[in-house]
């Protein structure tokens, strides 16, 4: 069975550009969470959507948002990139209905460097 | 609020012997903790969870983790490194407060780059 899916796995832009992350979660799975992974630093919370609502967000700007769609991929976006959005953008899924007790299944992710 | 602090950025060993990742915490109620493994240029793979019950957690790749709630640590442990062990490992933890879907927030730890040489 294909594991969590991201794409692209990496791209370069430049200053106030904006950029789209997507993520496919396992089949089945009807949550997604987005976490940013600076270098030399843990992954950091950013969205969680369940359902296609969101049901969680993290300390990050209003230039972050993101969606989930009708067959339950997501996406990220980030508007007027700033040197410092450069980093590992890591989406991760988890089943429907799962408790707190449950472990996230995360993508490899999409490294992004802003210039 | 939630944390978690890996004391040590790096940890070195050789291969045979048993290594030790450190990993304390900071959380409301009872925590859920869990232990994932980053190799170069990848995403972040689960190794093994506490939940409740025995404070032993044994998990993938040989790896156990041992909980202490008088010190609110979680250690990872091998009994016996091998250099395909070296990688980056993060602690988490998840508030079991947490409340309707926002199930997928987790708090990590910097990170510890484990080595181990032949």
């Known amino acids: 069975d294909a594991g969590v899916t991201q794409s692209p796995t990496h791209l370069i832009k430049t200053r106030g550009q904006h950029v789209t992350l997507r993520c496919s979660p396992i089949s089945g799975h009807k949550s997604v969470s987005w976490y940013q992974q600076v270098l030399g630093q843990g992954p950091q919370f950013i969205f969680q959507?369940?359902?296609?609502?969101?049901?969680g967000r993290g300390n990050f700007p209003d230039r972050f948002s993101a969606r989930q769609f009708p067959n339950y991929s997501s996406e990220l976006n980030v508007n007027a990139l700033l040197l410092g959005d450069s980093a590992l953008y890591l989406c991760?899924?988890?089943?429907?209905?799962?408790?707190?007790?449950?472990?996230?299944?995360f993508g490899e992710g999409s490294r992004l460097t802003v210039l | 609020a939630q944390s978690v602090a890996q004391p040590e950025d790096q940890v070195n060993v050789a291969e045979g012997n048993p290594l030790t990742v450190k990993c304390t915490y900071s959380?409301?109620?009872?925590?859920?903790l869990f232990w994932y493994v980053q190799y170069p240029n990848r995403g972040l793979q689960f190794l093994l969870k506490y939940i409740t019950g025995d404070n032993l957690v044994k998990g993938s790749y040989g790896f156990e983790a041992e909980f202490n709630k008088s010190q609110t640590s979680f250690h990872l442990k091998k009994p016996s490194a091998l250099v395909s062990d070296s990688a980056l490992y993060f602690c988490a933890v998840r508030a079991p407060t947490q409340r309707g879907s926002t199930l997928g927030r987790l708090y990590f730890g910097r990170g510890t780059q484990l080595t181990v040489w032949p």
């Open positions: 959507y369940y359902e296609k609502e969101e049901r």
């Open positions: 959380v409301s109620g009872n925590p859920y």
């Open positions: 991760a899924s988890s089943p429907t209905g799962l408790p707190a007790t449950g472990e996230l299944f």
